[in-house]
């Protein structure tokens, strides 16, 4: 069993940075394939970005080029660096541990609201 808890959302401008952490505790980080989807109001929850245990990453076409996901496993934590920040990337944005077989999510955390507006 792992638990999620995710930080680092917030209030920020058009063209701003915020950076989301999750922190993970319970047995066998390391092992997960780790991930980042969103939810905006009234639409449906969608992939972010995603993150191997050795470090690939995979990102959604429309945060490309400006979302960074990284993970320290010492430290049992998935980050989100966010650049470039626009009002349609306002949303719930959630961690989640994944099947290390298959890629189904297994884990998710609660969230944490991100807003981009001036």
């Known amino acids: 069993q792992v638990q999620l808890a995710e930080s680092g959302g917030g209030l920020v401008q058009p063209g701003g940075s915020l950076r989301l952490s999750c922190a993970a505790s319970g047995r066998g980080f390391s092992m997960y394939p780790m991930g980042w989807h969103r939810q905006a109001p009234g639409k449906q929850r969608e992939m972010v970005a995603t993150i191997t245990w050795g470090g690939s990453t995979n990102y959604a076409d429309s945060v490309k080029g400006r979302f960074t996901i990284s993970r320290d496993n010492a430290k049992s934590t998935v980050y989100l660096q966010m650049d470039s920040l626009k009002p349609d990337d306002t949303a719930v944005y959630f961690c989640?541990?994944?099947?290390?077989?298959?890629?189904?999510?297994?884990?998710w955390g609660q969230g944490t609201q991100v807003t981009v507006s001036s």
């Open positions: 989640h541990a994944d099947s290390p077989v298959g890629g189904t999510a297994l884990f």
